[in-house]
């Protein structure tokens, strides 16, 4: 059976060595008295929570599964997941980073998210339960009615009731301008709605009392396209003037998906026959209402493959130190024993280290990304919401598909460390690895990320915002650039930084020629992009490491950092140099292909 011990000091030091969070919210009046002893005492409990709550839960759930009443259309939920939600509830995991109007806790969303690392990590299926429903608030304090936000967020930041996001539908796929549900205007200026949603996660579940709904659909006279979509929020049961619950609402799951993985998540197919639901935001804006939750879910998404490299490359670790086979290349090294421990082998170490690295790259950046947020959403300087809120999207597509394209490579190198084990359930490897592949295809593909990536954010505004990322790296290079100790660290993305303009440029021009160019690239760039902010934020790990050690400190944390950070640059950010060439290669040699794919 697979174990699991929160990463905390790791966090701690990310959170408070290399970002200093601390310092940056004593700018932020809300977040003003939040020190690190209270983020420390925080994440300890939330560790202890996803380490005995909900990970103890995640291989008998991924066994027994969910259940669908077909008379009832009501799901139950493998044995022990809602009494571990009842705990979350009562625990106030809930509400650690909404807002206290609302009944939140009011901290920061960094420390939600490294909360919901840990949480992912323990058991992303039933993860998924509450993760889905802090998307679901977002959108509705951004873009709900008071009416909405009074009937809504108090229940949803207790944890009392759960949200969803019904986008897509059976011919749809990721292609939402496609889409057919219907909402009918009424008198009483609500709609009712008719459709088929599919791939709905947590869509029907016995955890909490109502499930509140985001469903798009097309008004009567919308135009074609994604230009012609509304938001709905539309709850399993009405609410009562009081906020009591009242009659079944008739959006009803019909079925559950048999998947590969996160077999403990309800993933529901949705009917829905005239289903009451009110507005959300404007009529046929209901794509950029609905965004809110999608870039929210899209940062989740990374968050769960973060959690699973955690685990499975803390469980390849244990067992590499535990497992005797063969003798060392270069001697033997436990002469008491009739072999060597597996570690000892220079591919195997190779292995644990290409988890690890994309495991601590990945928890850098999503802390990044969320201090980012919170500086976005609450700093005083309106310059610098701006500034902040435009990195997160830069940034957002290559979290979602950089740290779920390395989790599927490192849960699978993980799984290899096993050898024939690792194909076995009753280790718990393999189960990592079936979880984590959805990963790379919800919230938008890892290609439809790339696409976004390269045509939107990058080649959309002239390369604005990569400027910005690139001046940060600059002011680093800048600043390390003449100490020796700091060149393994600081020398390549000096490098790539400087040929990334570039590329850049160079697939810019191509593709204004031939849009399938962009097509044909964006993978690989994304890649490309995706190592050049892993290689900045290591190097700022690197910085804060070797100023521990000159300053005289003896923890092996330090050094650690600086063998992983060397191991990364030496094997795992050379990838670029390829990644580029092949970007280069075109899109001819994809496209002019129709005898090959007749």
């Given at each position: 059976?697979?174990?699991?011990?929160?990463?905390?000091?790791?966090?701690?030091?990310?959170?408070?060595e290399?970002?200093?969070?601390?310092?940056?919210?004593?700018?932020?009046?809300?977040h003003a008295?939040?020190?690190?002893?209270?983020?420390?005492?925080?994440?300890?409990?939330?560790g202890?929570?996803?380490?005995?709550?909900?990970?103890?839960?995640?291989?008998?759930?991924?066994?027994?599964?969910?259940?669908?009443?077909?008379?009832t259309?009501?799901?139950?939920?493998?044995?022990?997941?809602?009494?571990?939600?009842?705990?979350?509830?009562?625990?106030?995991w809930?509400?650690?980073?909404c807002?206290?109007e609302?009944?939140?806790?009011?901290?920061?969303?960094?420390?939600?998210?490294c909360?919901?690392e840990?949480?992912?990590?323990?058991?992303?299926?039933?993860?998924?339960?509450?993760?889905l429903?802090?998307?679901?608030?977002?959108?509705?304090?951004?873009?709900?009615t008071?009416a909405?936000?009074k009937?809504?967020?108090?229940?949803?930041?207790?944890?009392?009731?759960?949200?969803?996001?019904?986008l897509?539908e059976?011919?749809?796929?990721?292609?939402?301008?496609?889409?057919?549900?219907?909402?009918?205007?009424?008198?009483?200026?609500?709609?009712?709605?008719?459709?088929n949603?599919?791939?709905?996660?947590?869509?029907?579940?016995?955890?909490?009392?109502n499930?509140?709904?985001?469903v798009?659909?097309?008004?009567?006279?919308?135009p074609?396209?994604?230009?012609?979509?509304?938001?709905?929020?539309?709850?399993?049961?009405h609410?009562?003037a009081?906020?009591?619950?009242g009659a079944?609402?008739?959006?009803?799951?019909?079925?559950?998906?048999?998947?590969?993985?996160?077999?403990?998540?309800?993933?529901?197919?949705?009917?829905?026959d005239?289903?009451?639901?009110?507005?959300?935001?404007?009529?046929?804006?209901?794509?950029?209402?609905?965004?809110?939750?999608?870039?929210?879910?899209?940062?989740?998404?990374?968050?769960?493959?973060?959690?699973?490299?955690?685990?499975?490359?803390?469980?390849a670790?244990?067992?590499?130190k535990d497992?005797?086979?063969?003798?060392?290349?270069?001697?033997?090294?436990?002469?008491?024993?009739?072999?060597?421990?597996?570690?000892?082998?220079?591919?195997?170490?190779?292995?644990?280290?290409t988890?690890?690295?994309?495991?601590?790259?990945?928890?850098?950046?999503?802390?990044?990304?969320?201090?980012?947020l919170?500086?976005?959403?609450?700093?005083?300087?309106?310059?610098?919401?701006?500034g902040?809120?435009?990195?997160?999207?830069?940034?957002?597509?290559?979290?979602?598909?950089?740290?779920?394209?390395?989790g599927?490579?490192?849960?699978?190198?993980?799984?290899?460390?096993?050898?024939?084990?690792?194909f076995?359930?009753?280790?718990?490897?393999?189960?990592?690895?079936?979880?984590?592949?959805?990963?790379?295809?919800y919230?938008?593909?890892?290609?439809?990320?790339?696409l976004?990536?390269?045509?939107?954010?990058?080649?959309?505004?002239?390369?604005?915002?990569?400027?910005?990322?690139?001046?940060?790296?600059?002011?680093?290079?800048?600043?390390?650039?003449?100490?020796?100790?700091?060149?393994?660290?600081?020398?390549?993305?000096a490098?790539?930084?400087?040929?990334?303009?570039k590329?850049?440029?160079?697939?810019g021009?191509k593709?204004?020629q031939?849009?399938?160019?962009?097509?044909a690239?964006?993978?690989?760039?994304?890649?490309?992009?995706?190592?050049?902010?892993?290689?900045?934020?290591?190097?700022?790990?690197?910085?804060?490491?070797?100023?521990?050690?000159?300053?005289g400190?003896?923890d092996?944390?330090?050094?650690a950092?600086?063998?992983?950070?060397?191991?990364?640059?030496?094997?795992l950010?050379?990838?670029?140099?390829?990644?580029m060439?092949?970007?280069?290669?075109?899109?001819?040699?994809?496209?002019?292909?129709?005898?090959?794919?007749?």
């Open positions: 059976m697979p174990t699991y011990n929160p990463p905390l000091r790791d966090m701690q030091f990310v959170l408070h290399v970002f200093q969070v601390s310092d940056e919210f004593k700018a932020m009046p809300r008295d939040v020190d690190a002893d209270t983020i420390n005492a925080v994440l300890e409990e939330a202890k929570f996803a380490a005995e709550v909900t990970f103890p839960l995640n291989v008998s759930g991924d066994t027994e599964g969910c259940t669908l009443d077909q008379q259309h009501e799901v139950t939920t493998p044995k022990g997941f809602k009494e571990a939600y009842a705990k979350y509830v009562e625990g106030g809930a509400a650690l980073s807002d206290p609302y009944g939140g806790q009011g901290l920061p969303h960094v420390v939600n998210q909360l919901y840990m949480l992912n990590s323990a058991n992303q299926a039933w993860t998924m339960y509450p993760g429903s802090h998307g679901a608030y977002e959108a509705l304090l951004a873009h709900g008071d909405q936000k009937t809504y967020l108090p229940k949803l930041v207790s944890g009392e009731w759960t949200g969803t996001m019904c897509t059976p011919h749809c796929g990721t292609d939402l301008g496609l889409l057919r549900t219907k909402a009918e205007p009424q008198a009483d200026g609500t709609y009712r709605i008719t459709g949603k599919i791939f709905i996660s947590a869509g029907e579940h016995d955890v909490a009392a499930i509140v709904h985001l798009l659909a097309r008004l009567p006279d919308a074609k396209g994604s230009k012609g979509i509304s938001l709905f929020v539309v709850p399993k049961f609410v009562n009081d906020g009591s619950l079944r609402n008739p959006i009803y799951c019909t079925g559950l998906e048999h998947k590969m993985g996160i077999h403990g998540n309800a993933t529901a197919q949705i009917a829905i005239g289903a009451v639901g009110t507005m959300v935001g404007e009529p046929n804006k209901g794509l950029a209402a609905m965004f809110v939750m999608m870039n929210a879910a899209r940062l989740g998404v990374g968050n769960q493959s973060l959690g699973l490299t955690e685990v499975a490359f803390q469980n670790l244990a067992y590499a497992r005797l086979q063969m003798r060392s290349l270069s001697g033997v090294k436990a002469k008491d024993k009739e072999a060597d421990p597996i570690i000892v082998h220079p591919d195997v170490r190779k292995m644990l280290l988890a690890k690295a994309y495991a601590e790259g990945a928890r850098a950046l999503q802390i990044y990304c969320t201090l980012l919170d500086k976005a959403h609450h700093h005083p300087d309106e310059k610098e919401r701006k902040c809120d435009e990195l997160v999207a830069l940034l957002t597509p290559i979290v979602k598909a950089f740290i779920t394209d390395n599927h490579i490192a849960t699978n190198a993980c799984m290899q460390v096993f050898g024939g084990h690792g076995i359930k009753e280790w718990g490897m393999e189960q990592f690895v079936r979880d984590n592949r959805i990963n790379m295809i919230e938008g593909t890892n290609t439809v990320q790339s976004d990536l390269l045509g939107r954010k990058v080649l959309g505004n002239q390369g604005a915002t990569l400027k910005k990322l690139g001046k940060l790296i600059g002011q680093l290079v800048a600043e390390e650039g003449v100490n020796e100790k700091m060149a393994e660290f600081i020398n390549p993305i490098i790539l930084g400087e040929q990334m303009t590329f850049t440029t160079e697939i021009f593709g204004m031939n849009p399938d160019e962009v097509g690239a964006a993978v690989d760039y994304l890649r490309v992009a995706g190592h050049l902010v892993f290689g900045y934020l290591f190097a700022r790990m690197a910085q804060v490491s070797l100023r521990a050690i000159a300053a400190s003896q092996p944390f330090y050094v950092k600086l063998q992983t950070a060397r191991f990364y640059f030496a094997k950010f050379p990838e670029t140099v390829t990644l060439r092949t970007a280069r290669a075109g899109a001819k040699v994809l496209m002019d292909t129709d005898a090959a794919l007749a």
